[in-house]
């Protein structure tokens, strides 16, 4: 049974910083590519950021660019998202997603396991 588990959530003030952690079970994420997506109250489920199943490339939103780092380390079967200088409207539940395949994508259709989300909230 794949399962993907999200840590690393909380509260923090703006400005503040967060590391999310999406550790796997069941599914080699050596093999898939892989996403974190985010949604807050009231609204549609977004695109955070995606990387290739090698960590070759990488692609973000254009609201986290250069706040945000998705990173990968298959030996512990483990993605990352590094969350800086924090806003407000960063406040969301994030899903780390798998991708079976190589390809990142920015679509939440084209992914086919997903974890159960992590609660991030920014204090203004």
């Known amino acids: 049974q794949v399962q993907l588990v999200e840590s690393g959530g909380g509260l923090v003030q703006a400005g503040g910083s967060l590391r999310l952690s999406c550790v796997a079970s069941?599914?080699?994420?050596?093999?898939?590519?892989m996403g974190w997506f985010r949604q807050a109250p009231g609204k549609e489920r977004e695109f955070v950021a995606a990387?290739?199943?090698?960590?070759?490339?990488?692609n973000y939103a254009d609201s986290v660019k250069g706040r945000f780092t998705i990173s990968r380390d298959n030996a512990k079967n483990t993605v990352y998202l590094q969350m800086n200088s924090l806003k407000p409207e960063d406040t969301a539940v994030y899903y780390c997603?798998?991708?079976?395949?190589?390809?990142?994508?920015?679509?939440?259709?084209?992914?086919?396991?997903w974890g159960q989300g992590t609660q991030v909230t920014v204090s203004s």
């Open positions: 069941g599914l080699t994420l050596s093999s898939c590519a």
């Open positions: 997603a798998a991708r079976r395949g190589s390809s990142s994508s920015y679509y939440s259709s084209a992914y086919d396991y």
């Open positions: 990387i290739t199943w090698g960590g070759s490339r990488r």
